[in-house]
Structures are given as structure tokens and as C-alpha cells.
């Protein structure tokens, strides 16, 4: 079957850095996508990776390895508008996005 | 980026009403539209694919008479959710799917509708 995992809740502190993980097993790979949530409201684009390796885009980077069916989104320098879930998405073959159930991260002072 | 916006943003309907949400791609044009539904602190889920000029295909589990899908242009996608129960009541979403941005397969997601049946 069809699987995203990924951690329920994570907590950091302000300034820190903190990398939030997702395996999956999909029929088929086109790509593993990154969304923000913001509670109430819609996900918001954060990054997309189909190849191996880090794509950087600013304070945000995104890590995928096809072989291990792995990705991580990595945050620096932690502002309190980063507490949100984190949805990680991976699209099959059938260009169906498989949705992680999302990790709740929680930015302290 | 692309647009993509829904109407209403919040509805309350009675129980047994029928209710019914649109979704537009403003700025480029939707070959596939995707309706999600979600609960609350529960991930997105998928109720059906669409396609301009054709038949939605719908989820296992999600009624096709329940959750009537217009997809009657390129840019425009309609869900109506009859006979409305308080079961019902959720955070509706759309995405449309097109040849806008540099990535193809990107899904572009419209605001949400908040559903409350009383």
C-alpha cells in the first residue's frame, strides 16, 4: 500500500534549526512535495524535490533520497510564525499527492 | 504565483439543505481540480479527482450522490454537498492542477471552505 510517515508533534526554540523527517512508499514517484498549515487554514507551497539531494530556499531546505524513500525539511533560524504543521506529500504515479497526517511544530521563546 | 480561490469561505447551512462550493483557477487554466476534506487535526484527505468535460472519480468511501462534482471549464470546478448532515460539517479544499509555474505537477491550493451544518 500507499504510506507517508512522518512525526506527530516536534518542539524548538526560537533561532534554533530543526529538521523534520517523512519516509514513503508510493506506487510510483513524481515527486515529493513540502507544505505549511497554518491551523484554519489552507497548506501553503513550500518546496518540491523529484530529483536526489538538498534544495535550499532561504531560511527553508528540502532533502530527498529515492532510494531510501526519505526526505527531511530542514528549518533555521526559527521565528514564532514557523509554528504550524508541516505537511510532506509524495505524488504517485497517477500524479495523486498521498498526504502525511502533518507534524505539529511548536517554536518556543 | 498561480491563483486559486473558493466561494463561500465560511457557510452554515440547516441539516438537510444543500450546499454548494466553487473553486477557480484565476490566472491559468485547471486540466485537473482535487478535492480534499478535512477534519480537525486530521491530515487532508482526497474525496475526488476531476477533469475539464468529464466524470469525477471519487475516493473509496465518498459518496458520488452525496458530493455532486461540476468540473464545467478549465477554470472552474464546483462541489455541492446535498442533504447536508452535521457529520458533514468540515474544512473543504481545493487544488487545481495545470500547466502554470515551472512545476508542472505543482497543485495549487485554494483558501478552504468552512462548512458548519446545525
Known amino acids: 500500500g500507499q504510506n507517508i510517515d512522518q512525526p506527530t508533534e516536534m518542539t524548538a526554540t526560537e533561532g534554533a534549526i530543526v529538521q523534520i523527517n517523512c519516509t514513503y512508499q508510493?506506487?510510483?514517484?513524481?515527486?515529493l512535495f513540502w507544505y505549511q498549515q497554518h491551523a484554519g487554514e489552507a497548506p501553503t507551497f513550500l518546496s518540491y524535490n523529484v530529483l536526489d539531494g538538498l534544495e535550499e530556499k532561504g531560511r527553508f531546505s528540502s532533502f530527498l533520497s529515492r532510494s531510501k524513500g526519505y526526505s527531511y525539511l530542514l528549518l533555521k533560524e526559527l521565528q514564532m510564525k514557523d509554528s504550524a504543521s508541516y505537511l510532506c506529500?509524495?505524488?504517485?504515479?497517477?500524479?495523486?499527492?498521498?498526504w502525511g497526517a502533518g507534524t505539529k511544530l511548536i517554536i518556543k521563546p | 504565483g498561480a491563483v486559486v480561490s473558493q466561494h463561500p469561505s465560511r457557510v452554515i447551512c440547516k441539516s438537510g439543505t444543500s450546499v454548494k462550493i466553487e473553486c477557480r483557477s484565476l490566472?491559468?487554466?485547471?486540466?485537473?481540480m482535487f478535492w480534499y476534506r478535512q477534519f480537525p487535526k486530521q491530515s487532508l484527505m482526497l474525496m475526488a479527482t476531476?477533469?475539464?468535460?468529464?466524470?469525477?472519480?471519487?475516493e473509496q468511501g465518498v459518496e458520488k450522490d452525496k458530493f455532486l462534482i461540476n468540473h464545467a471549464s478549465l477554470t472552474l470546478s464546483t462541489l455541492t454537498v446535498t442533504s447536508a448532515h452535521p457529520e458533514d460539517s468540515s474544512f473543504y479544499i481545493c487544488?487545481?492542477?495545470?500547466?502554470?509555474?515551472?512545476?508542472?505537477?505543482?497543485?495549487?491550493f485554494g483558501p478552504g471552505t468552512r462548512l458548519t451544518v446545525t
Open positions: 476531476s477533469n475539464e468535460g468529464s466524470k469525477a472519480t471519487y
Open positions: 487544488s487545481a492542477m495545470g500547466l502554470a509555474g515551472g512545476i508542472e505537477a505543482e497543485q495549487y
Open positions: 490566472d491559468f487554466q485547471a486540466t485537473t
Open positions: 506529500a509524495a505524488m504517485d504515479s497517477n500524479y495523486q499527492l498521498i
Open positions: 508510493t506506487s510510483g514517484f513524481n515527486g
